[in-house]
Nanobody
Framework: QVQLVESGGGSEQPGGSLRLSCQAS???????MGWFRQAPGKEREGVAA????????YYVDSVKGRFTVSRDNAKRTSYLQLSSLELEDSGMYYC???????????????????WGRGTQVTVSP
């Protein structure tokens, strides 16, 4: 059983920055890692994902140029750098990890097997 723990959430003003971390209980080698978010009254959406060894990243259009996903397999951790925050970025952010040897990563929820409990991000003036 893989467990994921998110951290780094908090409150920021528009234009501010936060860095979220996701630490896994097992090795992350060979697994896709992703970040999703959900705002009240809205469906969960994929925000960012990263290939097993960081060769490629994927972002939802609304965060391109503002968010950066990265990973450190030696630390069993993935990161999501949130910059130039906007009000619409508010929500609960969830880390997710897929199965070993997944050919390609994406923002499709079904690709990910284990999920963290989330960390809250609130953007307000």
């Amino acid at each position: 059983q893989v467990q994921l723990v998110e951290s780094g959430g908090g409150s920021e003003q528009p234009g501010g920055s936060l860095r979220l971390s996701c630490q896994a209980s097992t090795d992350t080698y060979g697994r896709c890692m992703g970040w999703f978010r959900q705002a009240p009254g809205k469906e969960r959406e994929g925000v960012a994902a990263i290939d097993p060894y960081g060769s490629h990243t994927y972002y939802v259009d609304s965060v391109k140029g503002r968010f950066t996903v990265s990973r450190d397999n030696a630390k069993r951790t993935s990161y999501l750098q949130l910059s130039s925050l906007e009000l619409e970025d508010s929500g609960m952010y969830y880390c997710a990890i897929g199965l070993v040897s997944t050919p390609r990563c994406s923002l499709t929820p079904g690709l990910f097997t284990y999920w963290g409990r989330g960390t809250q991000v609130t953007v307000s003036p």
